[in-house]
């Protein structure tokens, strides 16, 4: 059974790692520097794209649903911060990093129902719109992060 036939859980789950794949993606083939460069007034770029994903990762399962504190999980206050480069950051370290979070992120969901609910800014949120949410948002970044890419690649 595919994700286009599975049932809810399994379609939600597939889905999620569908925008996974394609925020991942974003880095295939670039150099260091592309990956870093910035086409945007905002601190958007490749590199900092898949971090804010790990970010987003981070602040929802590890912190949200798992229960930790942000300084335990080791993610910033702000969202802006999630996309603040240093030197240390590097496309194979922030590609380890994701896939580390996101193993994690599995592992967490996965012991809860999807009618279980967590606490969010707004009120209660479900892991059921927790996937939904996430979907959107790293289909979103996805899309920005495919028009950088074609610039950048288009530049040479």
Known sequence: MGIHTAGE?????????????????????????QARRRLVPSLTTLLGLVTHA????????HHRVQGLSRVEVGIPETVEESFVLTGEHTVASVLEAHAAACERSRVIAAEHDLDEQFP????????????????????????????LREQILAEG
């Open 54 to 61: 790990t970010f987003v990762e981070k602040v929802w399962f």
């Open 120 to 147: 969010w800014h707004h009120g209660s949120v479900s892991l059921r719109f927790l996937y939904g949410h996430l979907i959107a948002e790293l289909a979103r970044h996805a899309g920005h992060g495919d028009i």
């Open 9 to 33: 859980r399994a379609v939600l789950e597939g889905l999620v790692d569908v925008q996974r794949r394609e925020i991942v993606g974003l880095l295939e083939g670039l150099t260091e520097e």
